[in-house]
């Protein structure tokens, strides 16, 4: 008994000078999700990698926080992610990764919206270009420390990743949240965070972006009219927008994706395991 208790002291009286076992954790996630993870910090010299690629960690005080996602088009293979002091690991996170069912559904829109003339891809993949360029420049801290929020109570139509058929010939996914919506209702930001694009997109139609920092951003589509511009800083509900009926659409409706680390993620998820950390 006496052996046992110097063992478990005697790594606490010599603190770091001793190398001490990893703190191991088994989570799960499934593909389009995220999770929060939230660390102390004993050293400024700590880093986080998940798959072999850093993960920016959030600095609050003495609390490290990042988030974990698992994209979409995942293979299902379960994945460590290391906090690392140097070459010493501290901390051990052992993800499985557990296969989710997502729904198929069939939609009728312009067809001049799937077959894109010479003129619209042009334009299409212009503007890919200028997102690619907003998606890869995020802030570099949470711009939020509250929990995510719907960007509207009503009814959703079409959840997070269904598997779409247009006009019975163009096969793709629905990579966000579509909520019933009339045209000119209000849309409150579903966090804080600055407003990096207001533009007419061709599929989105009107559309705000908003980064939240740290590679997390989220989209509001088909608006009818934006009440933001580039580079305003919002609060957490406050009007971007009104909904609407422009770009890809078969009705109006508000389009809500989630961007996170270069993966559109479920915003339903992001809400659910923002709750967590950020308790009110
Ligand atoms: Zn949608």
Redesign the pocket.
Known sequence: MKNLLLTLLIPQLFGCAIAKNPIQQELSISPGEIRFVEFEETSDKIRFYCKDQEIKLNRVGKKLQAVVIESYFSELKPFTCFLKEKDQNLQELFFQVVDREYKSEQLRVNPKRIKLSAKDQKRANAEQVILNKIYASSLNSFQFDKAFIKPMDSFIT?IYGTRRVYNKVKKGQ?L???FRAAIGEKVPATNSGKVVLAADLFF?GWTVIIDHGMDIFSVY??LSKTLVKEGDMIERGQIVALSGNTGR?SGP?????VKVQGQYIDGLVLIDESQKIFKE
Do not use: I, K, R
């Open positions: 079409s629905h966000g949240t579509d989105t589509g088909h659409t409706h508000l389009h809500w994706g």
